[in-house]
């Protein structure tokens, strides 16, 4: 069966009026000697793309669907054939799912390893059909309600033995599968008050936790990333892997910044408060920068929207980062982003992923330019020029003292600061957009 009925999207350039075209996104275009395709490694979210109803808090779904009348396993089969339709019509090589998004729970864990058996067999079929990847796997363990009080972090022990055995499934799918990387995302791992909660026992037994699936992976020889991904809260008031510095903070703490990386995801950024360039930079910074979440917020709501990413502003700071990063190795862009409840009609899901996977390219297209002119280098080369000469590069160096500098101070009194030329900078960064946009 045909779920989609459309053919490959192809790249029209920049002029196109075809609404089921690439405006930007060339995969076969070389830039800095890797295609686009090879440099952003796009995949589909199974979760918000097949699964997703388009509910809120308000009122039900009103997501479309035409494999929706078919219930239990065959729906679970459905929606991988409708998968892998779309990653060919989008030409995109990977996609993502946790494990409750591709196979119905049963009654007990059992009955549920088993459909899940079923349905990793059609998917690897599929896998050898198509040559698509799976970029990554992991656990839902946060919505079913025995994970109410958390699964690693749960005060009930009974529960994180259920949720370790969901994580040792998934590794040995993530291994049968050949998943390039296998994220942690502590859903409710976390709490709602101080009042009732042994903060140190949590966090040390979700230490425990991945140190478990750390030696199980290696056990069974999953050479792939693990990756955590930070959010500062939803569904918990406050959730442990806040953002990406105080993750860093904990994986030090334990003994496992060796061992994961940060799959960052733009909406968790601005949740907790900074900006999605911001979670990268950090995460580059301290080379632990793993893979992304391509989706952004909105800018007037105070949750998590996951909206397709269409600000090139942000897509273009991502990918700086991103190429200065020497790219994402085992990780990707995946779009963990959903239509909007009012696009629910099937064909949105075409329409949201080729919006996103332009706003990508342009990013790309303008964030190599700007490399390529060593754009932001040079203004932060000149504002801390101080430091490459005299008392400057002797505090770099660490060849100084208080008394030094309070000598060097009382001679030097009259200080002089130089301005930022912060509006330039943008007005500049908009020029690169634009003339990107043209062709020039």
Known sequence: MTYFNQKQINYEGPYSTNPLSFKYFNPEEVIGGKTMKDHMKFSVAYWHTFTEDLSDPFGGGTAVRNWDHLDGMDRAKARVEAMFELLEILNVDYFCFHDADIAPEGKDLKETNENLDEIVALI???????????????????????????????????????????????????????????????GREGYESLL????????????????????????IGFEGQFLIEPKPKEPTSHQYDFDVE????????????????????????T???????????????????????????????????????????????????????????????NFDAKPRRTSFAQEDLIHTHIAGMDAFAL????????????????????????YTEGIGQKIVEGETSLEELEAYALENSEITNKSDHLEL?????????????RGV
């Open 124 to 186: 690897k079929e599929k896998m050898a059909e198509t040559n698509k990847k799976l970029l990554w796997n992991t656990a839902n363990n946060f919505s079913h309600e025995r994970f109410v009080l958390g699964a690693a972090s749960s005060s009930n022990a009974d529960v994180f033995a259920y949720a370790a055995a969901k994580v040792k499934k998934q590794l040995d799918i993530a291994k049968e599968l050949g998943a390039s990387s296998y994220v942690f995302w502590g």
């Open 196 to 219: 009732n909660t042994d903060m140190k026992l949590e966090t040390d037994n979700l230490a425990r936790f991945f140190k478990l699936a750390k030696a199980y992976a290696e056990k």
């Open 271 to 333: 949740l907790a408060g900074h900006s999605f360039q911001h979670e990268l930079r950090y995460a580059r910074d301290n080379d632990m920068l793993g893979s992304v979440d391509a989706n952004q917020g909105h800018p007037l709501l105070g949750w998590d929207t996951d909206e397709f990413p269409t600000d090139v502003y942000e897509t273009t700071m991502a990918m700086y980062e991103i190429l200065k990063n020497g790219g994402l190795d085992k990780g990707g862009l």
């Open 425 to 437: 900078v943008k007005s500049q960064i908009n020029q690169y957009i634009l003339n990107i946009n």
């Open 363 to 386: 990013g790309l297209r303008v964030a190599h330019k700007m490399i390529e002119d060593n754009f932001f280098e040079n203004i932060v080369d000149e504002k801390y020029k101080s």
């Open 246 to 269: 105080s993750g860093h903070a904990f994986l030090q703490k334990h003994g496992l910044d060796d061992v994961f990386k940060f799959n960052i995801e733009a909406n968790h950024a």
